[in-house]
């Protein structure tokens, strides 16, 4: 595989895990917003949580950044290495995207209870 490609794969990945980490900031958006308003600890741990998964996203999102940007300097020797290494990357992000628009959607589905009926 060219550099190109490997360019266009650590783009990719990148663009990937910084979605992950916005969809991480929302979630931990909506958790404030709970504790805000019921004052429950619980959504203050959920917060915290989210705002952690964001982190350690973008970090990851900067670091492809910083790869895709210092593959000149690989030799080809690496290069199969690096190709089979950002293909399951970049698998994992696609999962991790969906995986993290669950949790969203469980989380806002949790803070809606049905309320019950007075006789």
């Known amino acids: 595989m060219g ?27 909506v958790a404030f917003s709970g504790y805000r308003a019921f004052r429950l600890g619980v959504d203050l741990g959920w917060f915290a949580t989210f705002l952690l998964f964001a982190f350690i996203r973008a970090s ?23 190709d089979l290494s950002i293909g399951y990357r970049v698998s994992f992000a696609a999962l991790e995207i969906v995986a993290a628009f669950a949790v969203f959607f469980l989380f806002r589905m949790r803070s809606r209870r049905p309320r019950r009926e007075r006789d």
Do not use: K
């Open 3 to 29: 550099a190109t490609d490997l360019e266009s794969q650590f783009t990719l990945a990148a663009a990937m895990y910084a979605l992950t980490a916005l969809v991480w900031v929302g979630s931990a958006i």
């Open 60 to 82: 990851q999102a900067y670091v492809m950044w910083l790869t895709r940007s210092q593959l000149a300097m690989t030799s080809l020797g690496e290069a199969p290495l690096i």
